[in-house]
């Protein structure tokens, strides 16, 4: 849950053997703003990439600056940024309340 899509990259480097949990680590810094403590997950990771045939580890959620955005411009700017970049289909757009809108706020 701490992987954003446009670390997809960067977990299949690692599952690849192209990169070790330390440069994982040090590349997950690097590249986003999620801010999570990956390496309290390192015994999962390592347990994934032992059993590829039958874990999968994908980036599954929207980097926070899309969130961001969509508080900041609105949804429409942000729907539209995600889906130019694939991250989501016009198809699975949701509408939201203001009070969904007011919790995220209060997270960003």
Do not use: W
Not at 27 to 52: I, Q, S
Not at 88 to 108: M, P, T, W
Request: glycine letters at 4%; one cysteine or more; aromatic letters at 12%.
């Amino acid at each position: 849950e701490h992987f954003n899509l446009e670390h997809q990259s960067l977990i299949d480097s690692y599952l690849e053997d192209d990169i070790n949990e330390e440069e994982l680590f040090e590349k997950y810094k690097e590249t986003g703003d999620e801010g999570h403590d990956v390496e309290k997950y390192t015994t999962l990771l390592k347990y994934a990439k032992e059993n590829l045939t039958s874990v999968k580890l994908n980036g599954s959620f929207v980097p926070r600056k899309f969130a961001k955005m969509l508080v900041k411009e609105g949804e429409e700017k942000a729907y539209d940024a995600v889906i130019k970049l694939d991250y989501l289909q016009e198809e699975e757009k949701l509408c939201g309340s203001e009070d969904h809108y007011n919790f995220f706020d209060s997270l960003i």
